[in-house]
């Protein structure tokens, strides 16, 4: 079993910040992410993060990520099941390997909502997808359906209609809750077909996916539908199921944090050793990339000192060192 010194839980603006930092303090880092670049995939243009005038999600994102792994940062995508304290460090299970850690940075951000239908965890990156900006070249020429009905799911199948040679888009409800002008935009693609007062109920296939079962809600008639990929776009959610018994939480499901980035024991006021959090999952009410950025540094900093022992005000600069 690998052990590092700082294992990341999150691949975001928050994450990605903490393992530049905790990679040039020497540390050994892993980052483990669903998806490097989380909810900054989304926007085609950032307009108020310092330094960039204009820059794509994907771009920025992309330029972090290269800056974190350059540092020394280890980046594998999978997601983290459960973490358990061993000894003085902790044990972090993935769905497909443990390791160990001498600290911890929750940066996870908020998850994707799933569907909850059979088949949608054994095809995960087998054809279904919560990223259309990260996964859409994959589906060139093929079909797909996106599941949704606000504006990410608009912008789904308007990025994919571009790629896939056919775009079926479901809808619980009659009608969509995103933007009217952008449900005009994604009307006049030719390859896209709205499925409205419809759901998927279950995802099929073998080793990829396959075909879908959609059920009209008006009629409660079921048809499949064959497909190539499932992108799923229903919004995001805090998911606190790994950490609940781990980190003291607020009503909204959000980590409590210091302003070290420390965290607390479960339904206590005391620090609990080890463990810091960063960005959209904390109870910090700023939640902005630039914001989730600067917590993840400061998360990285703190680990570094709980590691070394070193208080706080001893602290300097590292923009003199490589």
């Known amino acids: 079993m690998e052990e590092y010194d700082v294992i990341i839980v999150g691949g975001g603006p928050a994450g990605l910040t903490a393992g530049i930092y905790a990679a040039r303090r020497n540390l050994k880092t892993l980052i483990i992410t669903m998806t490097v670049g989380g909810q900054v995939l989304l926007p ?91 996964d859409a070249p994959l589906f060139k020429n093929k079909t797909v359906a996106v599941v949704g009905g606000g504006n990410s799911a608009l912008d789904a199948a308007l990025l994919l209609s571009k790629y896939a040679k056919k775009v079926y888009l479901i809808h619980r409800r009659d009608e969509f809750r995103g933007f009217e002008s952008f449900v005009d935009e994604v009307r006049k693609r030719n390859n896209v077909e709205f499925l409205l007062s419809s759901i998927v109920v279950e995802i099929k296939g073998e080793n990829l996916v396959k075909s879908i079962l959609v059920k009209d809600l008006k009629t409660e008639e079921t048809r499949e539908i064959d497909v190539d990929g499932v992108f799923v776009e229903i919004g995001y959610d805090v998911d606190p199921s790994f950490v609940k018994d781990l980190v003291k939480l607020d009503e909204y499901n959000q980590i409590v944090v210091n302003q070290k980035c420390q ?60």
């Open 263 to 322: 965290t607390f024991y479960p339904d206590k006021d005391e620090i609990r050793p080890g463990i810091f959090a960063a960005g959209d999952v904390t109870s910090n009410i700023f939640k902005q990339i630039v914001v989730a950025a600067g917590e993840g540094a400061k998360a990285a900093l703190a680990a570094y000192n709980y590691l070394h022992g070193v208080e706080d005000y001893q602290i300097v600069g590292d923009w003199s060192k490589k």
């Open 44 to 134: 085609e243009k950032i307009c108020n993060y310092p330094g960039f005038l204009n820059v794509s999600g994907m771009n920025f994102i992309k330029r972090v990520q290269k800056q974190a792994e350059k540092a020394g940062a280890q980046i594998i995508v999978d997601e983290v099941k459960e973490i358990l304290p061993h000894d003085k460090e902790y044990l972090v299970k993935t769905q497909t390997k443990e390791f160990l850690a001498k600290a911890i940075i929750l940066a996870f951000g908020k998850k994707p909502r799933k569907l909850n239908v059979p088949g949608e965890e054994k095809f995960i990156g087998k054809g279904v997808s919560y990223c259309a900006t990260c």
